[in-house]
């Protein structure tokens, strides 16, 4: 695809396929929004058939691969006798043959080390890298019409080696023959960033004709910012599995031996792999990005480790992986080829340690049950860990509220302490077009004059908003905290006090919050306009919902909100998918245990997306809270087939702003969540876990406080 117009090529080690084809920026746009056509044409391909096939390939990796079913797609590792990582291969197979893709220059290294093991084996292995090629189709997935849907060229699609199949939209026999009876496209993968074609490279020029292109760049960015490493740019000739986080992904941790396994074991037993891999939040100003392989320092000059890959995000500015000494502070903020860089934990330093380590986290103090954020990984929960360990300490919410410096950053998120500044802030929202949900901040109650005196604040906010005419047709509403009007009281208070909640909260709670909450849900009525009942932790799910359920045969616009990370939720959603009810979809802003929620960002992306298109297909009004562009992607296009206003996308006060605007202008409703008060700590730890940049803006704010 060099030859399509403005293809700049890419440098080493991707050589024969384009870095960008002119606009960088915009391509990363395009995948972040929709689906479009990268050129990996430069990996290797490897085709391994053979009745033992399987079986030979589970004996030399590390996966469980005996029983692979066609059609499914795994990551599998060659590992040196050391256990260092050699070969990372994406693989699936179609019935008859085993089809890997590999890094690029590495195909005939594979070739030659799986021939080195065929010992009279039914198998044969050959590089097919001169005239196959992987194409990815990255990018949110079209909400119907599968992978491939019918935008192929010319309304032909690409048809499959038989056996493959199970793709929607993708596979078939009947289609286009391809080389020795082989399809055009060969086998279809599942990539970690969408769809990967091994294909001949005459579709490479069909595929293009059909959908956007994207360079590798913005393949890249996607890649850095998932966090996901790359063999061979993020690794060195002595890199373990465990440092760089491929054992969820490509280890099967209970299969039979294979070369390096006695070395993932030792480290799954005894943790403290050498090294971790990092995510590194680079600074803005400086003009370039970090060379690959340049040391990252410590402040005192040390050398702690190397700059993988980097890339410059479209949201998220410069970014980079690298690898760095376990024993490294993770709060450290280092030099990367000497640009300053915070760390952001991928891998924990304890990470493949099990029991011991297990009981060692034990005496760590922990932050509040349910009071810990959302993660996606071991590495992201120490991050958070620690950020809603020092969050619930006083004397650092003291300094943090204290500090001249974290204002800046709470008045992005917080509309001020007063109802006065909630007020004109939502006028302000009003006048570009958007709608409001103003939220009282404040949670966790356990007194109840203080629950009492939240109802009034909004009961009297109610009123404000009603004399200036900004609820007329629900334009502005607001948002309640069930544990804000009394969820909790009645409860033990030790247990409350300290986050260890009974498994839900009693009945006097939920009969005061009930009460509380009829108080507001009247004077919204009265003012014309509605209210929603947020989420909080796992043990207030329940009660959250029947309180709003106690309420809606007389209010029927009570809202609630469910949160995809549960897996409770696909069924709660499926409830209240009922006429005219209002539910907000959100991912859910707690740390959950693994019983209750998934824990893996990507699984709470597919929930969301299952509950979306139940909601989206049904009777109710659906509430997308979201920022994540493929998931507004899917909304809109599913938004298609509803009536024109039935649904509205919600975003937070401060968190893409311009998307809010963009969105608003291009006819689609949109609500932003207003949080206003004196008690917005909670709320603002919550926003800083979820985007680590802003930490690292914050922690310097406070530090420039003495
Ligand atoms: P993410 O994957 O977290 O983010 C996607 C992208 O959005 C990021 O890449 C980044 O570009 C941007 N982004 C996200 N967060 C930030 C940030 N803080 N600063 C800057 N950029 C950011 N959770 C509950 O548990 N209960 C609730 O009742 C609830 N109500 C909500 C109401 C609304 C209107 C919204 C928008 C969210 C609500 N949430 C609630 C929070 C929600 O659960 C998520 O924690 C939060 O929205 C982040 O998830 P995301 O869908 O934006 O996806």
């Given at each position: 695809?060099?030859?399509?117009?403005?293809?700049?090529?890419?440098?080493?080690?991707?050589?024969?396929?384009?870095?960008?084809?002119?606009?960088?920026?915009?391509?990363?746009?395009?995948?972040?929004?929709?689906?479009?056509?990268?050129?990996?044409?430069?990996?290797?391909?490897?085709?391994?058939?053979?009745?033992?096939?399987?079986?030979?390939?589970?004996?030399?990796?590390?996966?469980?691969?005996?029983?692979?079913?066609?059609?499914?797609?795994?990551?599998?590792?060659?590992?040196?006798?050391?256990?260092?990582?050699?070969?990372?291969?994406?693989?699936?197979?179609?019935?008859?043959?085993?089809?890997?893709?590999?890094?690029?220059?590495?195909?005939?290294?594979?070739?030659?080390?799986?021939?080195?093991?065929?010992?009279?084996?039914?198998?044969?292995?050959?590089?097919?890298?001169?005239?196959?090629?992987?194409?990815?189709?990255?990018?949110?997935?079209?909400?119907?019409?599968?992978?491939?849907?019918?935008?192929?060229?010319?309304?032909?699609?690409?048809?499959?080696?038989?056996?493959?199949?199970?793709?929607?939209?993708?596979?078939?026999?009947?289609?286009?023959?391809?080389?020795?009876?082989?399809?055009?496209?060969?086998?279809?993968?599942?990539?970690?960033?969408?769809?990967?074609?091994?294909?001949?490279?005459?579709?490479?020029?069909?595929?293009?004709?059909?959908?956007?292109?994207?360079?590798?760049?913005?393949?890249?960015?996607?890649?850095?910012?998932?966090?996901?490493?790359?063999?061979?740019?993020?690794?060195?000739h002595k890199t373990l599995p465990h440092e760089v986080g491929l054992i969820e992904t490509a280890v099967h941790l209970n299969k039979g031996c294979y070369r390096g396994q006695e070395t993932v074991a030792r480290i799954h037993n005894l943790g403290h792999p050498p090294r971790r891999l990092v995510f590194l939040h680079l600074d803005g100003s400086a003009d370039r990005l970090p060379a690959h392989g340049a040391p990252l320092t410590h402040p005192d000059g040390t050398q702690v480790g190397f700059v993988g890959s980097a890339a410059r995000h479209?949201?998220?500015?410069?970014?980079?992986?690298?690898?760095?000494?376990?024993?490294?502070?993770?709060?450290?903020?280092?030099?990367?080829?000497?640009?300053?860089?915070?760390?952001?934990?991928?891998?924990?330093?304890?990470?493949?340690?099990?029991?011991?380590?297990?009981?060692?986290?034990?005496?760590?103090?922990?932050?509040?049950?349910?009071?810990?954020?959302?993660?996606?990984?071991?590495?992201?929960?120490?991050?958070?860990?620690?950020?809603?360990?020092?969050?619930?300490?006083?004397?650092?919410?003291?300094?943090?509220?204290?500090?001249?410096?974290?204002?800046?950053?709470?008045?992005?998120?917080?509309?001020?302490?007063?109802?006065?500044?909630?007020?004109?802030?939502?006028?302000?929202?009003?006048?570009?077009?958007?709608?409001?949900?103003?939220?009282?901040?404040?949670?966790?109650?356990?007194?109840?004059?203080?629950?009492?005196?939240?109802?009034?604040?909004?009961?009297?906010?109610?009123?404000?908003?009603?004399?200036?005419?900004?609820?007329?047709?629900?334009?502005?509403?607001?948002?309640?905290?069930?544990?804000?009007?009394?969820?909790?009281?009645?409860?033990?208070?030790?247990?409350?006090?300290?986050?260890?909640?009974?498994?839900?909260?009693?009945?006097?709670?939920?009969?005061?919050?009930?009460?509380?909450?009829?108080?507001?849900?009247?004077?919204?009525?009265?003012?014309?306009?509605?209210?929603?009942?947020?989420?909080?932790?796992?043990?207030?799910?329940?009660?959250?919902?029947?309180?709003?359920?106690?309420?809606?045969?007389?209010?029927?616009?009570?809202?609630?909100?469910?949160?995809?990370?549960?897996?409770?939720?696909?069924?709660?959603?499926?409830?209240?998918?009922?006429?005219?009810?209002?539910?907000?979809?959100?991912?859910?802003?707690?740390?959950?245990?693994?019983?209750?929620?998934?824990?893996?960002?990507?699984?709470?992306?597919?929930?969301?997306?299952?509950?979306?298109?139940?909601?989206?297909?049904?009777?109710?009004?659906?509430?997308?809270?979201?920022?994540?562009?493929?998931?507004?992607?899917?909304?809109?296009?599913?938004?298609?087939?509803?009536?024109?206003?039935?649904?509205?996308?919600?975003?937070?006060?401060?968190?893409?702003?311009?998307?809010?605007?963009?969105?608003?202008?291009?006819?689609?409703?949109?609500?932003?969540?207003v949080p206003y008060g004196g008690d917005w700590y909670p709320y603002l730890v919550r926003r800083l876990a979820e985007r680590p940049a802003n930490l690292a803006l914050f922690l310097r704010s406070l530090g420039s406080q003495s």
């Amino acid at each position: 695809m060099l030859d399509i117009n403005g293809a700049v090529e890419a440098e080493w080690p991707d050589e024969g396929v384009a870095a960008h084809y002119g606009d960088p920026v915009r391509e990363q746009r395009g995948m972040a929004e929709g689906q479009v056509l990268v050129d990996r044409t430069n990996r290797g391909v490897v085709k391994v058939t053979g009745p033992d096939r399987l079986s030979w390939l589970h004996s030399l990796t590390s996966q469980h691969l005996e029983r692979l079913s066609p059609g499914r797609t795994e990551q599998a590792l060659i590992l040196s006798p050391q256990g260092h990582l050699e070969h990372h291969l994406s693989l699936t197979d179609d019935g008859a043959a085993t089809w890997i893709h590999v890094e690029p220059h590495t195909a005939k290294a594979l070739v030659d080390y799986l021939d080195s093991m065929r010992f009279m084996l039914r198998v044969t292995v050959e590089d097919r890298s001169a005239e196959l090629g992987v194409l990815t189709l990255a990018g949110p997935l079209p909400a119907e019409g599968g992978v491939l849907s019918n935008t192929y060229a010319g309304g032909a699609r690409p048809v499959l080696a038989d056996g493959v199949g199970g793709r929607d939209g993708v596979g078939g026999r009947d289609g286009v023959g391809g080389r020795d009876g082989e399809s055009e496209v060969a086998a279809v993968l599942d990539g970690p960033f969408g769809t990967d074609l091994i294909a001949a490279s005459d579709a490479a020029a069909r595929l293009a004709a059909a959908y956007p292109v994207a360079g590798l760049w913005a393949f890249e960015a996607a890649r850095i910012a998932a966090r996901v490493p790359r063999p061979g740019l993020d690794t060195d000739h002595k890199t373990l599995p465990h440092e760089v986080g491929l054992i969820e992904t490509a280890v099967h941790l209970n299969k039979g031996c294979y070369r390096g396994q006695e070395t993932v074991a030792r480290i799954h037993n005894l943790g403290h792999p050498p090294r971790r891999l990092v995510f590194l939040h680079l600074d803005g100003s400086a003009d370039r990005l970090p060379a690959h392989g340049a040391p990252l320092t410590h402040p005192d000059g040390t050398q702690v480790g190397f700059v993988g890959s980097a890339a410059r995000h479209f949201e998220l500015g410069p970014i980079a992986l690298g690898l760095v000494k376990r024993s490294l502070d993770p709060g450290a903020t280092l030099l990367a080829d000497g640009i300053a860089a915070a760390q952001e934990v991928i891998v924990a330093p304890d990470a493949g340690a099990n029991v011991k380590v297990t009981l060692r986290r034990d005496s760590v103090p922990q932050p509040p049950a349910g009071r810990r954020t959302l993660l996606s990984s071991g590495g992201r929960l120490m991050l958070r860990k620690a950020l809603l360990a020092a969050a619930a300490s006083e004397r650092i919410r003291q300094a943090a509220m204290s500090a001249p410096g974290a204002q800046a950053i709470v008045g992005r998120y917080v509309a001020g302490e007063s109802s006065e500044g909630a007020v004109a802030v939502a006028r302000a929202l009003r006048s570009a077009g958007l709608l409001v949900t103003l939220d009282y901040l404040g949670e966790d109650t356990t007194d109840a004059r203080r629950a009492s005196a939240t109802a009034a604040q909004y009961v009297h906010l109610l009123g404000k908003l009603a004399v200036e005419g900004l609820t007329e047709g629900g334009a502005v509403e607001v948002s309640v905290k069930p544990t804000a009007i009394g969820l909790l009281l009645g409860m033990n208070d030790e247990g409350a006090g300290a986050g260890r909640r009974p498994p839900d909260s009693g009945e006097i709670g939920v009969r005061i919050a009930t009460e509380h909450l009829e108080r507001i849900v009247t004077a919204a009525r009265d003012a014309g306009t509605t209210v929603t009942v947020d989420a909080e932790d796992h043990r207030t799910t329940q009660a959250g919902l029947r309180v709003a359920a106690a309420l809606r045969p007389r209010f029927g616009s009570l809202g609630s909100v469910l949160q995809a990370a549960l897996r409770r939720t696909e069924a709660d959603v499926r409830e209240l998918a009922a006429p005219g009810v209002r539910v907000r979809l959100c991912k859910g802003a707690y740390a959950e245990p693994a019983s209750e929620a998934y824990d893996v960002r990507h699984d709470i992306d597919k929930s969301f997306a299952r509950c979306l298109r139940i909601l989206m297909a049904g009777p109710g009004y659906p509430m997308i809270a979201t920022h994540d562009p493929r998931l507004i992607a899917i909304t809109r296009s599913l938004g298609l087939a509803r009536p024109a206003g039935s649904f509205e996308y919600q975003m937070l006060y401060g968190v893409r702003p311009d998307e809010q605007r963009r969105l608003a202008a291009s006819g689609a409703k949109v609500r932003v969540y207003v949080p206003y008060g004196g008690d917005w700590y909670p709320y603002l730890v919550r926003r800083l876990a979820e985007r680590p940049a802003n930490l690292a803006l914050f922690l310097r704010s406070l530090g420039s406080q003495s």
